[in-house]
Nanobody, 128 residues
Framework: HVQLVESGGGSVQAGGSLTLSCKATGYTSDHYCMAWFRQTPGKQREGVAAIDHTGRSRTATYAPFVRGRFTISKDNAKKIMYLQMNSLKPEDTAMYFC????????????????????WGQGTQVTVS
């Protein structure tokens, strides 16, 4: 059973930086693609960044609104995924969730929440 635990959220001023972590247990991480999503009250969960099971940086996918500011990475040996967030804006305020899915064909895009079957509980990021 895959378990994901996020950490690293907090409050920061606009222009600042935060790094989120997602610790995974219960599976072999090099077989799973992973992603970060975010959600604000009343809105649908939206994909932020995704990376494939290898964790190679060239396999990263970013939503347009974070491209150039956020960087996703994955350390398969430690079973931890990261999201480095720079140049934060107030509109980045949200609950951030990590997600994982066994690598393979999916009808859903890598930033589509329907692709993923395992989710963490989330970590709050507030930018003022």
């Amino acid at each position: 059973h895959v378990q994901l635990v996020e950490s690293g959220g907090g409050s920061v001023q606009a222009g600042g930086s935060l790094t989120l972590s997602c610790k995974a247990t219960g599976y072999t991480s090099d077989h799973y693609c992973m992603a970060w999503f975010r959600q604000t009250p009343g809105k649908q969960r939206e994909g932020v960044a995704a990376i494939d099971h290898t964790g190679r940086s060239r396999t990263a996918t970013y939503a347009p609104f974070v491209r150039g500011r956020f960087t996703i990475s994955k350390d398969n040996a430690k079973k931890i995924m990261y999201l480095q967030m720079n140049s934060l804006k107030p509109e980045d305020t949200a609950m951030y969730f990590c997600a994982a899915q066994y690598s393979g064909y999916s009808q859903y895009g890598r930033l589509n929440f329907a692709r993923y079957g395992s989710w963490g509980q989330g970590t709050q990021v507030t930018v003022s």
